[in-house]
C-alpha cells in the first residue's frame, strides 16, 4: 500500500500540532509497512504512484479539493477541525470581529484564505473554492470523502453542528513519541511553569502573561510567533515581568529538558482539538493546565485542570492548584494506554484497509 499525506503550503515554514501529526503518523506506518509519502498541498504530485490520498485540516478546504479533482483516488481526512469562530467575535480586531459578525464562521474563513493569498502569496490552489466559498466547499469533501478520521467523538459531533454531511468516521486520537515517555529524567522537578506553543491569539499566551505577572512564579513560554502574529508577540514581551521569560523556539530535546525541570505546563488556549505539548507534558510528569474549550475533556478527563481562557484569574487560580498537587503517578500508564503515535498509526491503518477493500 502506497499513501501520500498531504498538508497545507506551511506545514514546516510554520509548524504546529498538523505538523507533529502528519509526521509522527507516517513515521509509524512506514514501520508498519506501508509506503508513505508527505507533500505540500502547493507541490505537484504523480497520483499514478499511489492508492489512497489522506488529507490534514479540513478548516482548509482550498488544499484538498484540487488534488481530490486531479487524482480520482479514494481519500480520507484528518480533519483537525479547530473553532476559531468565539476569538474572532470577540478577542482579535476590528476587521475580525466585523467578518465574524456579518459573515460568520465560514465566511470569516473565506476571508482569511484570500489574505493568505495577498499577503502570504499562498495560491488558491483549486479556484472553485472562489465560486463555492468556503462552506460548501467543506461540504463537499466531508461528503465525498471515502472516511473521516478526527482526533476525538467530541471534533467529529462539532463538525456534524456546523456543516451539512453524510459520513462515517474513525477516531484517531493523537499521542507522544516513544522519547517522551521512556526517557529517564535526570532533573529534580521545580515549582516552574511552562508553555510550549505558537504565540499566537488562539494560544492566548496574552492572558496567560496577564495571570502570573508579577507573582513571582517563574514562567517560561517556548515557540515562535505564528506568521501574522508579530504585534501579539510584542504584545505580550510588552506585558510581561521579570518571572517570565520568552525562549523561542526549542528542540524536542530541549522541550524535554524544560519539561522535566517544569512542575505544570499550561495551555490556556482558546480552542484545542487535543493540545499535543499537553501530551507530552503529560508523559514527562508535569501536571497540566488546560482550556475548557474544544475537545480536551474527552482526552484529558481528571488528569488536568481546566481553565477559562478568558479569566486571567481563571488560568491563575488552576495553575495555582497545579503548583500545589503532587503529580498523579498513574500518568504514565495512562499516556501508554491512550496516546502513543504508534497506536494512532495501527488505527489509521485499519481505516485505510477498509477504504481500500
Given at each position: 500500500m502506497k499513501v501520500l499525506?498531504?498538508?497545507?503550503?506551511?506545514?514546516?515554514?510554520?509548524?504546529?500540532?498538523?505538523?507533529?501529526?502528519?509526521?509522527?503518523?507516517?513515521?509509524?506506518?512506514?514501520?508498519?509497512?506501508?509506503?508513505?509519502?508527505?507533500?505540500?498541498?502547493?507541490?505537484?504530485?504523480?497520483?499514478?504512484?499511489?492508492?489512497l490520498l489522506h488529507f490534514f485540516n479540513i478548516i482548509r478546504p482550498n488544499t484538498i479539493s484540487g488534488h481530490v479533482k486531479k487524482s480520482n483516488l479514494p481519500f480520507v481526512i484528518s480533519t483537525i477541525f479547530v473553532d476559531y469562530s468565539e476569538i474572532e467575535r470577540s478577542e482579535r480586531g476590528l476587521l475580525f470581529r466585523f467578518l465574524a459578525k456579518v459573515f460568520g464562521p465560514d465566511g470569516t474563513d473565506y476571508f482569511k484564505t484570500i489574505g493568505r493569498l495577498i499577503f502570504n502569496k499562498e495560491k488558491i490552489i483549486d479556484r472553485s473554492y472562489l465560486f463555492y466559498g468556503h462552506r460548501k466547499s467543506a461540504e463537499k469533501l466531508l461528503n465525498s470523502a471515502s472516511k473521516l478520521l478526527p482526533n476525538s467523538d467530541n471534533e467529529f459531533r462539532r463538525l456534524k453542528e456546523r456543516y451539512n454531511f453524510r459520513n462515517t468516521y474513525t477516531k484517531i486520537p493523537n499521542g507522544v513519541t516513544n522519547d517522551f515517555i521512556d526517557q529517564k529524567s535526570t532533573h529534580q522537578k521545580g515549582m516552574g511553569v511552562v508553555c510550549v506553543g505558537r504565540i499566537e491569539f488562539v494560544k492566548n499566551q496574552l492572558n496567560l502573561i496577564k495571570a502570573l505577572k508579577g507573582t513571582g512564579i517563574p514562567l517560561k513560554i517556548i515557540g515562535q510567533p505564528a506568521?501574522?502574529?508579530?504585534?501579539?508577540?510584542?504584545?505580550?514581551?510588552?506585558?510581561?515581568?521579570?518571572?517570565?521569560?520568552?525562549?523561542?523556539?526549542?528542540?524536542?530535546?530541549?522541550?524535554?529538558?524544560?519539561?522535566?525541570?517544569?512542575?505544570?505546563?499550561?495551555?490556556?488556549?482558546?480552542?484545542?482539538?487535543?493540545?499535543?505539548?499537553?501530551?507530552?507534558?503529560?508523559?514527562?510528569?508535569?501536571?497540566?493546565?488546560?482550556?475548557?474549550?474544544?475537545?480536551?475533556?474527552?482526552?484529558?478527563?481528571?488528569?488536568?485542570?481546566?481553565?477559562?481562557?478568558?479569566?486571567?484569574?481563571?488560568?491563575?487560580?488552576?495553575?495555582?492548584?497545579?503548583?500545589?498537587?503532587?503529580?498523579?503517578?498513574?500518568?504514565?500508564?495512562?499516556?501508554?494506554?491512550?496516546?502513543?503515535?504508534?497506536?494512532?498509526?495501527?488505527?489509521?491503518?485499519?481505516?485505510?484497509?477498509k477504504v481500500l477493500s
Open positions: 499525506l498531504i498538508s497545507r503550503p506551511t506545514l514546516f515554514s510554520a509548524p504546529g500540532g498538523d505538523t507533529v501529526q502528519i509526521r509522527e503518523t507516517a513515521n509509524e506506518l512506514i514501520k508498519l509497512g506501508v509506503e508513505a509519502d508527505i507533500c505540500l498541498a502547493d507541490e505537484v504530485v504523480n497520483y499514478d504512484s499511489y492508492d506568521p501574522n502574529h508579530k504585534a501579539y508577540y510584542e504584545q505580550c514581551k510588552k506585558e510581561a515581568t521579570d518571572n517570565i521569560q520568552f525562549l523561542g523556539q526549542k528542540s524536542k530535546e530541549e522541550i524535554i529538558h524544560e519539561l522535566d525541570q517544569a512542575k505544570v505546563h499550561v495551555l490556556p488556549s482558546w480552542f484545542e482539538t487535543t493540545g499535543l505539548s499537553s501530551i507530552e507534558a503529560l508523559a514527562r510528569r508535569c501536571n497540566i493546565v488546560i482550556t475548557k474549550k474544544g475537545d480536551t475533556e474527552e482526552y484529558f478527563e481528571d488528569f488536568a485542570f481546566y481553565c477559562d481562557p478568558q479569566s486571567p484569574d481563571s488560568i491563575r487560580e488552576a495553575i495555582e492548584r497545579a503548583l500545589e498537587e503532587d503529580v498523579n503517578p498513574e500518568l504514565n500508564k495512562f499516556i501508554r494506554q491512550n496516546f502513543t503515535w504508534q497506536n494512532a498509526a495501527q488505527k489509521t491503518l485499519k481505516a485505510y484497509q
